[in-house]
């Protein structure tokens, strides 16, 4: 409910016309059966049409009103749960912008589909029948009520005495359901997951033949969902004949009640016709509100999840006071840094210390696991330092505004990521108003100009997930985006594992052209794509155990001369 009020506030006038379409609303059902009664007891009993056709006339002009009302709160409920519910999906949208690696790793990629889409939409569901009910109910019951004891004290007794029965009915039936919405919300997001991953790897699950698998993977989280809907609705369905039946009841006490009446000339016709109209309209609000009670819980459970994103507070973000802006990098310095991850107990990288400046080329290389990848994520800040400093011009990049840190560096990840679109649109993501030039420029660069134009040029379109394009093809598309944004650090991260040997060879030379004033830092597996650079950092389980250029770790460090035996040959080691 907070959630909900939170959002509402930016909508008050709305609001208030929803407010006064709803007494509107109750004013003319209210109103109404005291004219009926009237009409009755004075016009009908009484053979006078003059009165009748006065109190008609009367009738249909506040039903008008009525239908008038019941549209402008139906537009009111729609504007505003629809309103609410993208201002929500919008914050919870920006509010995932800021999420660093660790959040997203904390939520997982599903749960936060999930709780975009289907939690957001159980908020909508919820709001548009709060708004129609939340204020009518009250209203309704307190006129309704008023009037019912007004009509007739003794017939009323059997109303009030089936109210609590009513209520607490809801109340259990509350209690029971929030568990099991819980558990469907979140078999829906092991829905969610279990899809992605089997859309996305298709390919290797046919390759592995584990369809079948796969099948009753999804299966049994389908399965659960349905359980738990499937306890929902029984309760349901339970729940609304109850309802029902306890309402019948009250009825036809009233009716022997009344019958006694009528025959002791204690209550009139009207009077009576009246009174049946404002049960009505008592037990139609309580079956409101029950409805409102029992979409509560799931509404509630819906809330509590979008509300955790709001309440996650990003582990990375601009400092506090003193936010300096970055406009140039002349040189980077580890200074003895460890790092651990959030969700691990060892140290991945250990006491790390090296620098570099503009104009050089350094390498990073060594075993699957031994940190390279950790490390170079340090310098966008995707993860802050367990231990140590990063500097970047001599002060730690902790201290920098956190966008202008990355928008001077050009990050190019392991796996080459491209968004639906044309390949122009693809490479303008490094800088929306790159000239056709640059495109052209920097995919020549990339080695990538040759097949755009094979693929029909720049404004070919990329499918999703890039599958119209090869590993290679996406590596050298996503080089090129970097190179368009002529950043003062590039990062490759093992960028050119998938190129052939002479398309890397080729790329590393036009490289060397383009990033000349730049800092280039490379990670790689193979010797060939490094042994040119200034310094070679040789990892092994997080630590540095050699720093050198190529020669001179030929020389002195062990785990890279077997690196490169492994790869090159004598007569290449002997030409180096
Ligand atoms: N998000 C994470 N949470 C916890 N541990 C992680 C995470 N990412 C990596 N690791 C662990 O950190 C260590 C270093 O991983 P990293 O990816 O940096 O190695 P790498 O040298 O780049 O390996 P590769 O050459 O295979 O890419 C590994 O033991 C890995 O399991």
């Not at 537009?75 to 920006?94: E, G, M, P, Q």
């Not at 400092?319 to 200074?335: A, K, R, Y």
């Not at 985006?481 to 052939?500: E, M, T």
Request: proline share 2%; hydrophobic share 45%; charged share 20%.
């Amino acid at each position: 409910m907070k959630l909900i009020i939170h959002y509402l506030k930016n909508y008050k006038k709305m609001f208030l016309l929803n407010v006064v379409s709803v007494l509107g609303f109750a004013l003319v059902e209210l109103g109404i059966p005291t004219i009926v009664a009237q009409m009755i007891d004075n016009g009908v009993n009484r053979g006078d049409p003059a009165y009748i056709w006065k109190m008609g006339v009367l009738i249909a002009a506040i039903s008008f009103a009525g239908v008038a009302g019941t549209i402008l709160l139906g537009y009111c409920c729609a504007y505003l749960s629809t309103s609410v519910t993208r201002d929500i999906r919008n914050d919870i949208f920006k509010k995932t912008q800021e999420f660093s690696h660790s959040e997203f790793h904390e939520f997982g990629i599903a749960s936060l589909i999930t709780r975009t889409g289907n939690d957001a939409f159980q908020i909508q569901m919820f709001m548009n029948i709060l708004l129609r009910t939340a204020l009518m109910t009250p209203v309704m019951m307190i006129g309704s009520i008023f009037l019912v004891l007004r009509a007739s004290l003794s017939l009323s007794v059997v109303i009030l005495a089936t109210i609590p029965l009513i209520v607490g009915g809801v109340i259990l039936v509350a209690r029971i359901s929030e568990p099991i919405s819980e558990s469907q919300q979140s078999s829906l997001e092991d829905i969610n997951r279990i899809s992605k991953e089997n859309l996305s790897g298709i390919r290797v699950i046919r390759a592995f033949t584990n369809d079948e698998y796969e099948k009753k993977r999804f299966d049994g989280a389908n399965s659960s969902y349905m359980g738990n809907s499937k306890k929902l609705f029984k309760l349901m369905s339970v729940t609304q004949p109850v309802f029902f039946l306890l309402m019948n009841l009250a009825g036809m006490v009233i009716y022997w009640i009344a019958s006694i009446m009528l025959s002791e000339g204690t209550l009139q016709i009207g009077e009576l016709v009246a009174f049946m109209d404002y049960l009505f309209h008592v037990m139609f609000s309580i079956m409101l509100f029950c409805l409102v009670f029992m979409m509560y819980p799931k509404a509630a459970v819906s809330a509590g999840r979008i509300q955790k994103i709001f309440d996650a507070e990003p582990s990375i973000k601009n400092p506090e006071t003193n936010v300096q802006s970055l406009d140039h990098i002349d040189d980077i310095v580890f200074d003895h840094v460890d790092f651990v991850y959030p969700d691990g107990e060892e140290a991945v990288l250990k006491d790390v210390s090296f620098s570099v400046k503009r104009g050089e080329t350094i390498a990073f290389i060594g075993s699957t696991g031994s940190g390279k990848s950790t490390l170079i994520n340090l310098i966008p800040r995707a993860y802050d330092v367990s231990a140590g400093r990063v500097l970047m011009n001599g002060k730690d990049i902790r201290t920098y505004d956190l966008e202008s840190l990355r928008r001077a560096i050009g990050f190019i990840p392991q796996k080459a990521m491209l968004f639906s679109g044309t390949i122009a649109d693809n490479l303008r993501f490094g800088k929306k108003d790159a000239t056709m030039e640059e495109l052209v420029q920097a995919a020549k660069t990339a080695q990538a100009y040759d097949f755009i134009m094979e693929k029909g040029g720049f404004e070919e379109h990329i499918t999703e997930s890039a599958t119209n394009v090869s590993g290679g093809q996406r590596q050298r598309l996503s080089i090129a985006r970097a190179l368009i944004r002529r950043p003062d650090v590039y990062v490759f991260d093992d960028s050119f594992s998938a190129l052939d040997f002479k398309t890397d060879a080729k790329l590393r030379r036009m490289l060397k052209k383009e990033t000349g004033n730049a800092i280039v830092m490379v990670v790689a597996q193979r010797i060939s794509s490094i042994m040119e650079a200034d310094q070679i950092i040789v990892l092994n389980e997080g630590s540095i155990v050699g720093t050198g250029t190529h020669k001179e770790l030929l020389e002195n460090c062990r785990i890279y001369r077997e690196i490169a035996l492994s790869q090159l040959s004598e007569e290449e080691l002997s030409h180096a």
